[in-house]
T-cell receptor
Framework: DAKTTQPPSMDCAEGRAANLPCNHSTISGNEYVYWYRQIHSQGPQYIIHGLKNNETNEMASLIITEDRKSSTLILPHATLRDTAVYYCIVRVLAPSGSRLTFGEGTQLTVNP | KAGVTQTPRYLIKTRGQQVTLSCSPISGHRSVSWYQQTPGQGLQFLFEYFSETQRNKGNFPGRFSGRQFSNSRSEMNVSTLELGDSALYLC??????????????FGPGTRLLVL
């Protein structure tokens, strides 16, 4: 699976949009971009994933650049409960790609 | 639909003992993956089970093993516990087809402390 690069930490004001970047310059054509988050000592929570088109669900939006070398996770109206470590993962959906390779992630702190 | 459940949630063992952790996947999910999370190594893949067979394995010693039952429930076992095995053990389930494993959904984890 391709390696990802994320900033180690970010801050965001409550009620504002949180934009979390991720670089994955070596991504292959058949690799998806996945985002998970982990609130302290809990299991990671799935947020969203995409291949090349922008995606939106009830939790967040995922913007993938046209060359697919980077992406941005957007939490439109961050709340204190969004404080967590956010992981960007790229993986292929194949029998050999069942493992998720987690990096260090971004610690997002939402401030009141 | 109920989420992934793991039991027990907390466990304290001593060095040299063995431990068995249990995971019940989301109904309809037949793939179960296990991960270990420690402060030093982060989240690392242990293994994946599908249809009662181990399909993928991470880089862990043979003391770490697992199995899956016909109802897709899975157990992992760690024998001869070492202090370094203290960690949060996470289970994730997914729907798996011939094309591969889908989105993985994680349980709350079992926190193991080895004294």
């Amino acid at each position: 699976d391709a390696k990802t690069t994320q900033p180690p930490s970010m801050d965001c004001a409550e009620g504002r949009a949180a934009n979390l970047p991720c670089n994955h310059s070596t991504i292959s054509g058949n690799e998806y971009v996945y985002w998970y988050r982990q609130i302290h000592s809990q299991g990671p929570q799935y947020i969203i994933h995409g291949l090349k088109n922008n995606e939106t669900n009830e939790m967040a939006s995922l913007i993938i650049t046209e060359d697919r070398k980077s992406s941005t996770l957007i939490l439109p109206h961050a709340t204190l409960r969004d404080t967590a470590v956010y992981y960007c993962i790229v993986r292929v959906l194949a029998p050999s790609g069942s493992r998720l390779t987690f990096g260090e992630g971004t610690q997002l702190t939402v401030n009141p | 639909k109920a989420g992934v459940t793991q039991t027990p949630r907390y466990l304290i063992k001593t060095r040299g003992q063995q431990v068995t952790l249990s995971c019940s996947p989301i109904s309809g999910h037949r793939s179960v993956s296990w991960y270990q999370q420690t402060p030093g190594q982060g989240l690392q893949f242990l293994f994946e089970y599908f249809s009662e067979t181990q399909r993928n394995k991470g880089n862990f010693p043979g003391r770490f093993s697992g199995r899956q039952f016909s109802n897709s429930r899975s157990e992992m076992n760690v024998s001869t516990l070492e202090l370094g095995d203290s960690a949060l053990y996470l289970c994730a389930s997914s729907f798996r087809s011939s094309g591969g494993s889908g989105t993985q959904y994680f349980g709350p984890g079992t926190r193991l402390l080895v004294l």
